[in-house]
């Protein structure tokens, strides 16, 4: 039952991180997403929820600030996303993929 009760929590944190998503301003609503869509094809489980709710706290005092989007992620989204992932390799599916393959050759070449 352990497995049910995080699963249950996961999904009210993700709804949570929704609802205060939502209270955004519009465009920086939209922005958000973007960046939500782009990284979720990376993330490998729940583990990188904390990231998204930092994005989600600096865009929300970025909106308060009277800041704009392209001061907060500069020019480059995909570099300003990239750049986060790259600080978390551990949840990221790929990097779980890529020492998987260097794991399996280790143990053939033993």
């Known amino acids: 039952m352990k497995w049910y009760k995080k699963m249950r929590a996961e999904k009210?944190?993700?709804?949570?991180?929704l609802k205060e998503k939502a209270k955004l301003?519009?465009?920086?609503?939209q922005a958000l997403t973007a960046l939500?869509?782009?990284?979720?094809?990376?993330?490998?489980?729940s583990d990188f929820m904390g990231i998204f709710e930092d994005l989600?706290?600096?865009?929300?005092?970025?909106?308060?600030e009277g800041r704009?989007?392209?001061?907060?992620?500069?020019?480059?989204?995909?570099?300003?996303?990239?750049?986060?992932m790259a600080e978390y390799p551990e949840v990221l599916w790929y990097s779980k993929t890529r020492k998987k393959l260097k794991?399996?050759?280790?143990r053939i070449e033993k």
């Open 68 to 84: 704009s989007i392209n001061e907060l992620v500069g020019n480059d989204p995909v570099k300003f996303a990239d750049e986060i």
């Open 36 to 45: 939500d869509h782009y990284m979720m094809n990376f993330v490998g489980n």
């Open 56 to 64: 989600l706290q600096l865009f929300a005092d970025g909106a308060a």
């Open 103 to 106: 794991d399996e050759f280790e």
């Open 25 to 29: 301003p519009k465009e920086y609503e």
């Open 12 to 17: 009210k944190r993700y709804k949570d991180y």
